[in-house]
């Protein structure tokens, strides 16, 4: 059984810039969450997706937003990159329902110059 | 609100010794409770998950960890360190309502020397 895909792994991008990072999740888990990761900060939740819907929303701006597919698969979008939103972005897929195990791609780490 | 704490950003021990990395919690209603561990340049992987089904929960690779209400902890352990455990490990915690959002500690980076 495949895990969790997340494309591309390494991105550089110029302040002021956008950018779609994807997420494939297990075949059945219908629920994607996505994860900011930097050494200040730690993990912190960004949003998760479930269903197409939005579920859950962490405290990040309004440039920070997503999507989900009816194959589950899902993107998140950052526009008008800042330096500080180098990190890693870690997606992780679940099966339907609460608190399931979170199965986590190996990330996309992006570098904003 | 949910938060959790782990004490310790760095653990050393030696190959052999006991593993022991703690985790607290802060949660109002029954929470669930997660250990990750994550390699260099990886994700995270999940080593156990606590669900009220019993209070010792065993996991992958060795590791177990006890569910301690009077304490709100959730301690990690394992009894002998092997050198292929070094890596940063994460305590999480999910509540009720909360779907699958987890809430992270800042992370313990285990050692492990010869």
């Known amino acids: 059984k495949a895990g969790v895909t997340q494309t591309p792994r390494y991105l550089i991008k110029t302040r002021g810039q956008q950018v779609t990072l994807s997420c494939s999740p297990i075949s059945g888990h219908r629920s994607v969450s996505w994860y900011q990761q930097t050494p200040g900060q730690g993990l912190q939740f960004l949003f998760e997706y479930f269903s197409e819907t939005q579920r859950n929303k962490g405290n990040f701006p309004g440039r920070f937003s997503g999507r989900q597919f009816s194959n589950s698969r899902s993107e998140m979008n950052v526009s008008t990159l800042e330096l500080g939103d180098s990190a890693l972005y870690l997606c992780?897929?679940?099966?339907?329902?609460?608190?399931?195990?979170?199965?986590f791609g190996q990330g996309t780490r992006l570098t904003v110059v | 609100a949910q938060s959790v704490t782990q004490l310790g950003s760095h653990v050393s021990v030696s190959e052999g010794a006991l593993v022991l990395l703690r985790c607290n919690y802060s949660?109002?209603?029954?929470?669930?409770l997660f250990w990750y561990v994550q390699y260099p340049n990886q994700g995270l992987q999940l080593l156990l998950k606590?669900?009220?089904?019993?209070?010792l929960v065993k996991g992958i690779n060795g590791f177990e960890a006890e569910f301690k209400k009077s304490e709100t902890s959730f301690h990690l352990t394992k009894p002998s360190a092997h050198m292929s455990d070094a890596a940063e490990y994460f305590c999480a915690v999910g509540f009720s309502g909360g779907y699958n959002k987890l809430i992270f500690g800042a992370g313990t980076r285990l050692a492990v020397h010869p």
């Open positions: 606590y669900t009220s089904a019993a209070t």
């Open positions: 992780a897929s679940s099966l339907s329902g609460q608190n399931t195990e979170a199965f």
């Open positions: 949660s109002s209603v029954p929470p669930y």
